[in-house]
């Protein structure tokens, strides 16, 4: 998979997992490497940039003794992930017509 598509679908999936309520950066990893083969070196700056966008903001809290960094979605990241259902929407029924699947022929 194309490496910019790749991170704009992460991009798109740790803010849906987000828009089902808070989570800690090694919760969101393990969801997302459940689905997709992924390295922490490639989530953790999306984590950061969709921060730096104010998508996402964090939050501290302690858990077991230590403090754990939260990441919740922000209004503004809950608009970018409707952007990108839209946009999923649009290249799924592309990739339909690729594959010869579209239900209108």
Excluded: H, W
């Excluded at 799924?92 to 594959?99: L, Y």
């Amino acid at each position: 998979m194309d490496v910019q598509l790749k991170k704009g679908l992460l991009e798109a999936y740790v803010l849906s997992l987000l828009k089902k309520g808070p989570a800690y950066g090694y919760k969101l990893f393990d969801d997302v490497s459940s689905k997709i083969q992924v390295s922490s070196s490639t989530l953790y700056p999306i984590l950061r940039r969709l921060e730096q966008q104010q998508c996402l903001e964090t939050y501290q809290e302690e858990y077991l003794g230590r403090l754990r960094k939260y990441y919740r979605i922000t209004d503004l990241g809950i608009e970018r992930f409707e952007e990108y259902k839209i946009m999923c929407e649009e290249m799924k029924a592309f990739i339909n017509a690729i594959m010869g699947d579209d239900e209108n022929e």
